[in-house]
């Protein structure tokens, strides 16, 4: 028995050939096989092209996430997102198109079978039957019986008087079942004979083998039990699938595993709480990330609309010359604001490097009174210390969000809170009140702390207050 072509071991064209018939597309270089003209394939062409970028250069101009679903700059496709592209869109002739792992074209399941040119061990191909054109040039009938061509570019027989006659000849390659033959005849073949994984084989009115029904994973056809195979989800796509919300995902591209099952990872719904596919974010998750993490000085991080990117409008840098976000202020730009207008009598506001207000050289006609009113933060009168609970507004150096310490006033210059005599365990510096803080022992030591010690390691607790546990006597 005699194979159709398309099941036979083929043979490839020469690169130069390969290359006028696949016509350059992209300008990019195809790739192709090692393999000698021997090579096998039971399912399909050899010609085994993968599209690839011309240079290095174009690579690391590359900006696209690959493997999201969605085909970005310097990407020609994305796991199961072709853009639409197909073998036969992309001259590549028939089969299936995939995407290879660095996003780019794989044309290894395309085949030039439907070109309408006779290629490697095709019998014909469209129009072009090549050398024969009847039947009786294969001997299945008279010179007035014509040759047909498959869409597997092998020759159809069923005008031939011979194909039908319940028995296999060659070049046939099986027998339709007819009133002579209940059950078609095939040779002894199967799909799986032929190279596939699973199906029922069938033959054609034309004395050729139907392999419609045979399918295998990993040829880029989705066929029969499979679900997917390759970019091929037989004309499904994200919308059929539900998102963790219990909606259809309405953005993204399905991909394919290996074992021929749909795949949604790439799939997305935005505001359905889960980050997917080519989503940056969703309301609420932000993966981590902050206005710091941004760039930014401060602020809060939000999701654009679409979850395709952080909302950065609320975030703030201070310094940049531009009031935004919780800012009061930034360099010499008051945001139009005064002394005045923030209560004081008058005076110079400024900004401080945090960009909030600066009120130290604002006046207060009533300040230095020692009494608590108009304006004042505080008013201590004309020594600014020394201070009762009422002239400090029952404020402290704690509610100022300081450790402890004693909290003054600027009063008479103006009567704002001085934290000079405030202390904050923790930030090195030994203040009133303080022992020590961290590694500044104030210069104290187990011998000269007085406590009767002769030596060992003197250490500062959490509260700023001497550990003795390792001195000793």
Same mark, same amino acid.
């Given at each position: 028995?005699?194979?159709?072509?398309?099941?036979?071991?083929?043979?490839?064209?020469?690169?130069?050939?390969?290359?006028?018939?696949?016509?350059?597309?992209?300008?990019?270089?195809?790739?192709?096989?090692?393999?000698?003209?021997?090579?096998?394939?039971?399912?399909?062409?050899?010609?085994?092209?993968?599209?690839?970028?011309?240079?290095?250069?174009?690579?690391?101009?590359? !900006?696209?996430?690959?493997?999201?679903?969605?085909?970005?700059?310097?990407?020609?496709?994305?796991?199961?997102?072709?853009?639409?592209?197909?073998?036969?869109?992309?001259?590549?002739?028939?089969?299936?198109?995939?995407?290879?792992?660095?996003?780019?074209?794989?044309?290894?399941?395309?085949?030039?079978?439907?070109?309408?040119?006779?290629?490697?061990?095709?019998?014909?191909?469209?129009?072009?039957?090549?050398?024969?054109?009847?039947?009786?040039?294969?001997?299945?009938?008279?010179?007035?019986?014509?040759?047909?061509?498959?869409?597997?570019? !092998?020759?159809?027989?069923?005008?031939?008087?011979?194909?039908?006659?319940?028995?296999?000849?060659?070049?046939?390659?099986?027998?339709?079942?007819?009133?002579?033959?209940?059950?078609?005849?095939?040779?002894?073949?199967?799909?799986?004979?032929?190279?596939?994984?699973?199906?029922?084989?069938?033959?054609?009115?034309?004395?050729?083998?139907?392999?419609?029904?045979?399918?295998?994973?990993?040829?880029?056809?989705?066929?029969?039990?499979?679900?997917?195979?390759?970019?091929?989800?037989?004309?499904?796509?994200?919308?059929?699938?539900?998102?963790?919300?219990?909606?259809?995902?309405?953005?993204?591209?399905?991909?394919?595993?290996?074992?021929?099952?749909?795949?949604?990872?790439?799939?997305?719904?935005?505001?359905?709480? !889960?980050?997917?596919?080519?989503?940056?974010?969703?309301?609420?998750?932000?993966?981590?990330?902050?206005?710091?993490?941004?760039?930014?000085?401060?602020?809060?991080?939000?999701?654009?609309?679409?979850?395709?990117?952080?909302?950065?409008?609320?975030?703030?840098?201070?310094?940049?010359?531009?009031?935004?976000?919780?800012?009061?202020?930034?360099?010499?730009?008051?945001?139009?604001?005064?002394?005045?207008?923030?209560?004081?009598?008058?005076?110079?506001?400024?900004?401080?490097?945090?960009?909030?207000?600066?009120?130290?050289?604002?006046?207060?006609? !009533?300040?230095?009174?020692?009494?608590?009113?108009?304006?004042?933060?505080?008013?201590?009168?004309?020594?600014?210390?020394?201070?009762?609970?009422?002239?400090?507004?029952?404020?402290?150096?704690?509610?100022?969000?300081?450790?402890?310490?004693?909290?003054?006033?600027?009063?008479?210059?103006?009567?704002?809170?001085?934290?000079?005599?405030?202390?904050?365990?923790?930030?090195?510096?030994?203040?009133?009140?303080?022992?020590?803080?961290?590694?500044?022992?104030?210069?104290?030591?187990?011998?000269?702390?007085?406590?009767?010690?002769?030596?060992?390691?003197?250490?500062?607790?959490?509260?700023?207050?001497?550990?003795?546990?390792?001195?000793?006597?």
């Amino acid at each position: 028995m005699r194979l159709p072509a398309s099941l036979r071991r083929t043979r490839l064209l020469p690169s130069s050939a390969l290359l006028a018939l696949l016509g350059g597309c992209y300008g990019n270089i195809i790739e192709f096989s090692d393999s000698d003209s021997d090579s096998d394939s039971t399912t399909g062409s050899d010609v085994g092209t993968t599209v690839s970028e011309t240079s290095s250069e174009t690579a690391d101009t590359e !900006t696209g996430e690959c493997g999201n679903g969605a085909i970005e700059a310097g990407e020609q496709c994305d796991t199961g997102d072709l853009g639409g592209a197909t073998c036969e869109s992309e001259g590549l002739g028939t089969g299936g198109l995939t995407c290879t792992a660095d996003c780019m074209f794989d044309a290894g399941q395309c085949s030039p079978c439907g070109n309408g040119m006779i290629d490697g061990d095709e019998d014909c191909d469209g129009a072009d039957l090549g050398d024969s054109s009847t039947c009786a040039d294969l001997g299945l009938g008279t010179a007035r019986e014509p040759l047909g061509c498959t869409s597997m570019c !092998t020759y159809d027989f069923g005008e031939c008087s011979g194909c039908g006659d319940g028995m296999v000849t060659d070049p046939e390659a099986c027998e339709p079942a007819s009133d002579n033959l209940p059950a078609p005849d095939l040779d002894g073949q199967t799909c799986m004979s032929l190279g596939f994984d699973e199906g029922m084989l069938e033959c054609t009115e034309g004395c050729a083998f139907d392999t419609a029904n045979c399918s295998t994973c990993g040829d880029a056809v989705q066929q029969n039990s499979e679900a997917c195979d390759g970019a091929d989800f037989g004309g499904l796509a994200c919308s059929n699938f539900d998102s963790p919300s219990a909606e259809p995902f309405d953005e993204g591209s399905l991909s394919c595993t290996g074992s021929c099952t749909i795949d949604t990872a790439n799939c997305s719904l935005c505001t359905d709480g !889960t980050v997917s596919g080519a989503e940056v974010c969703e309301p609420g998750v932000l993966e981590g990330e902050t206005c710091i993490s941004q760039g930014f000085d401060a602020g809060p991080l939000g999701c654009a609309a679409d979850c395709s990117a952080f909302d950065t409008n609320a975030c703030t840098d201070c310094g940049d010359a531009l009031i935004e976000g919780t800012e009061q202020c930034e360099g010499n730009s008051l945001d139009g604001e005064t002394c005045i207008s923030q209560g004081f009598a008058g005076g110079t506001l400024g900004c401080a490097n945090t960009c909030m207000f600066d009120t130290s050289m604002c006046t207060n006609v !009533t300040c230095g009174d020692a009494v608590l009113n108009g304006g004042d933060q505080c008013d201590c009168g004309n020594q600014g210390v020394n201070c009762t609970a009422g002239q400090l507004g029952n404020q402290t150096c704690i509610t100022q969000g300081f450790d402890g310490g004693t909290l003054a006033c600027n009063s008479p210059i103006n009567c704002t809170f001085n934290t000079m005599g405030c202390t904050e365990c923790g930030d090195g510096l030994v203040g009133m009140g303080e022992s020590c803080d961290g590694m500044n022992l104030n210069g104290k030591t187990c011998a000269n702390l007085g406590m009767g010690f002769l030596g060992g390691t003197l250490s500062c607790t959490n509260a700023c207050a001497f550990n003795t546990s390792l001195c000793t006597n």
